[in-house]
């Protein structure tokens, strides 16, 4: 009878244990662990560990913020989610995100993946999401980006908003950075890092602020930049013109070209889906081709005047 | 005066106390609504300013005036004065404060954020809904009020809610549907979304919602409604339509089938007269009665019959004889001098009691015209789409199939001469070439040129370079099969060992 017992008692512990909360993910229960509100399923701060299984197909938005979910598995869902277009994750101490997290969710919209622990991010993840148009990644333990990510970038057409700020990136690539249309250089955002200061940063800074570009503007005071050397003190970007590095000045350039030679100007804004026009100055005429306006000069006092371009 | 205050602490060691005086004025004057910085409380993201989590009861100073999105979520605020956003948000789109403790909203609370479009005030204590309360937004197009303990909307509430798509109202403890959404001047015009579920309403304005099932989802699920005859009539009719709340919440739904509780509906007995698209043509001018499709006659005492046209909802219990459209007693619809725009499809909505089959519909179509013009009828404009559909696709799948018996028939290996011979070649490759740049390269050829399969056998089985053409093969001529502006599919090429590789880019 004694074996009886404690065998009966073996058997209850191990069967309490498999049932203990967290060892297997739970579903998505409109009583308890989310509220639901047709479409919208808010399980924030609702202790949980796992992303509930279960989510229904017609799922738009799904908060888990808040929670302790800290690896955002390739099966968090195993069905698409052809609604769900905003994902709120952010304020879970999240360290690792799945290559293939985000494949069931291509119309996803707006990601929020701020204030985690992430430190990288593979540059393949953000892929599948053609749809994406706001992406955050700010307050993240982030140390470098991936070099195809800005690449990957102008790939996501509907992306307007980057986040990177907060992050401990020290080194970004400038020219690949100068190379991006302006309307994304609208909307990246990676100040309050610790980065290296260097001239190329403080022109690349100077010119999207000349240009009034959002995240340049916005955040003039915190563009900080760390100097070279043991003290690593920061310093604000904007200053290194001045007495810090001494860099130059930054100052838009005019063009110079030469007779007969082919002087190609481009004309970029950051509103999206402009027509854009140039206005010549007097009667020069200009022959319009796919794309540029070729124009062609004879004598040289027409040289030197101003060509505007408008949206 | 509070942002004032905040710069003085902020400022240390300003000046000697002779000069404090002056500089408390200095500041004073000086203080205008600038870019301020980041207060401590929150995180600065590229326009996001996130206060979230931080047990905040009131609202951190100096808040930076470029915020977009402003996220107030689970902290502790209690109250909103009509004065809580103490600088103006010109540019504030999304303002987050739900998962907080707010009981009270005093009016004009969000006037100094007259751009808003997308409020959230969800999982709070609010209990009723002033008027004034959400005065001046608007431009808001998503309001989030679901999990908190409404009981009651003031009907003047969204007085200036004019771009109100979007209204979440779920898990509160309303009992009478908020008509005034629809129906109060200056109100929502385009409300596409009203979420209502776990709410405690126990009796639908049927009639009303009918009208309104068009312009968008009303979601009802989770509530105790009572299953009389209209309520049934509703739900089977949304069912039958495939809305969209019950096609995602069916099984929330009460009154399911004829089980439940509080069941009040006397149901006829079960005729199995089968419910067809039926079609109605009158000329303009004259009068046209459309009985109520499947519905056994005498209607039971107490039913009531409704009837969705394509400009509003009507219903039998109280007929006027003398309007242009009226339903009689026994559920048969009237139209009295029928006008053009009188055309359409028209429902009648009563509790049937029956599952429709494939097919049955409780729509009639009406067609108010001269009776030379159309012929026949709806059903045979129907049954001949039918046919010419039916036709359409077997020509079609013949075509294919012929396209498939000369593909085979006309296939023939080709032997091509020299040309590259130092790469070995194996595998097979279909190229496809129509783009007539290719021709100008030498060869004449006018139409898309078609290449036979190849078999891995012979050296001199290869093609050269990928990049030209195959000179060698004019002797295949076939009329181009698939006559687009493709251009030349990538090659690929295999070696004898390697497995089968074909490629087709289209």
């Avoid at chain 1, 560990?49 to 195993?78: F, H, M």
């Avoid at chain 2, 009639?207 to 968008?216: I, P």
């Avoid at chain 2, 020299?418 to 595998?427: F, I």
């Amino acid at each position: 009878f004694c074996v009886f017992l404690t065998w009966a008692l073996l058997v209850s512990l191990c069967t309490a244990y498999l049932c203990l909360p967290g060892a297997a993910g739970s579903a998505v229960n409109c009583h308890k662990n989310c509220i639901c509100a047709s479409n919208i399923i808010s399980c924030s701060k609702m202790n949980l560990s796992v992303v509930p299984t279960g989510l229904p197909l017609y799922t738009a938005v799904l908060d888990l913020s808040y929670n302790k979910i800290g690896r955002l598995q390739s099966e968090w869902t195993t069905v698409k989610l052809p609604n769900l277009h905003n994902l709120l994750l952010s304020h879970n101490g999240l360290h690792f995100v799945s290559l293939e997290a985000f494949v069931y969710v291509k119309h996803l919209r707006y990601l929020d993946l701020s204030s985690n622990n992430l430190r990288q991010l593979e540059e393949f993840i953000f892929e599948p999401l053609v749809n994406l148009e706001v992406l955050l990644l700010y307050n993240n333990q982030i140390t470098q980006i991936d070099r195809s990510a800005f690449i990957g970038m102008s790939r996501l057409e509907k992306l307007t908003l980057l986040d990177v700020s907060s992050n401990k990136i020290k080194m970004l690539r400038i020219d690949e950075l100068q190379a991006l249309p302006a309307w994304i250089k609208n909307g990246l955002y990676f100040h309050n890092n610790p980065l290296l200061c260097h001239c190329d940063l403080y022109t690349l800074l100077a010119h999207w602020s000349i240009r009034k570009l959002n995240s340049a503007v916005d955040f003039r005071d915190d563009f900080t930049c760390v100097l070279p050397g043991p003290e690593k003190t920061p310093v604000g970007v904007f200053e290194l013109s001045g007495n810090s590095m001494n860099c130059s000045t930054f100052e838009e350039k005019d063009e110079e070209a030469y007779l007969k030679q082919t002087l190609t100007l481009g004309c970029d804004t950051k509103h999206r889906d402009m027509a854009k026009t140039w206005r010549l100055p007097g009667n020069v005429p200009g022959v319009k081709k796919t794309n540029c306006l070729v124009v062609m000069w004879d004598n040289e006092q027409d040289f030197s005047s101003n060509l505007i371009c408008s949206t | 005066m509070r942002p004032v205050a905040s710069e003085l602490s902020g400022r240390t060691g300003v000046g000697g106390s002779c000069c404090r005086p002056a500089a408390l004025l200095l500041l004073c004057l000086g203080f205008l609504p600038w870019v301020a910085g980041c207060p401590s409380e929150c995180l600065c993201a590229s326009d996001i300013v996130s206060c979230s989590g931080r047990n905040l009861s009131a609202l951190p100073f100096d808040l930076p005036s470029y915020a977009t999105r402003l996220d107030l979520s689970h902290n502790t605020l209690t109250a909103l004065q009509t004065d809580w956003l103490s600088q103006p948000f010109g540019r504030l789109a999304t303002l987050v404060l739900g998962k907080n403790r707010i009981s009270r909203v005093e009016a004009n609370a969000f006037a100094s954020a007259p751009r808003l479009l997308h409020l959230d005030l969800a999982s709070n204590r609010l209990t009723v809904l002033n008027s004034s309360v959400f005065a001046g937004l608007k431009e808001l197009k998503e309001l989030l009020l679901f999990g908190n303990q409404i009981v009651e909307i003031n009907p003047e509430s969204f007085r200036d809610l004019h771009s109100l798509q979007r209204l979440y109202l779920s898990s509160n403890k309303l009992t009478a549907f908020p008509l005034e959404l629809y129906e109060a001047p200056g109100g929502p015009r385009n409300l596409s979304f009203l979420d209502l579920s776990y709410n405690r309403l126990s009796e639908l304005p049927v009639q009303s919602l009918l009208a309104l099932t068009r312009r968008g989802g009303i979601y009802l699920q989770g509530n105790p409604l009572v299953c009389d005859c209209a309520a049934l009539a509703l739900l089977e009719y949304w069912v039958w339509k495939q809305y969209r709340p019950l096609v995602d919440f069916r099984g929330e739904y009460p009154c399911k089938e004829g089980v439940g509780p509080g069941f009040h509906c006397q149901r006829q007995g079960v005729p199995d007269v089968p419910l067809e698209l039926q079609m109605y043509q009158v000329e303009p001018g004259n009068w046209l009665r459309v009985p109520c499709p499947g519905l056994t006659l005498p209607v039971p005492e107490g039913q009531i019959v409704f009837w969705l046209t394509p400009t509003t909802a009507l219903n039998s219990s109280a007929p006027q004889p003398s309007a242009h459209l009226t339903v009689l007693p026994n559920g048969t619809l009237e139209i009295q001098a029928a006008l053009i725009e009188d055309s359409g499809t028209y429902a009648c909505v009563a509790s049937r009691g029956r599952h429709y089959g494939p097919g049955e519909s409780p729509e009639v179509a009406v067609v108010v015209g001269n009776l030379s013009g159309t012929s026949g009828g709806g059903l045979a404009h129907r049954s001949s789409a039918e046919h010419f559909n039916t036709a359409f696709t077997t020509l079609a799948s013949c075509v294919v199939s012929i396209i498939l018996v000369l593909l085979y028939l006309y296939l023939t290996p080709c032997r091509c001469r020299g040309g590259g011979g130092s790469r070995g070649c194996g595998g097979r490759a279909i190229i496809l070439c129509s783009d007539p740049r290719e021709a100008e390269s030498g060869q004449r050829r006018s139409n898309g040129k078609r290449v036979a399969f190849m078999e891995p056998q012979a050296e001199d089985s290869c093609i050269g370079d990928p990049k030209t053409p195959a000179v060698n093969l004019d002797h295949i001529t076939t009329e181009g099969i698939l006559k687009n502006g493709s251009r030349t599919v990538e090659q690929t090429f295999t070696d004898e060992n390697s497995p089968f590789m074909s490629s087709s880019a289209l």
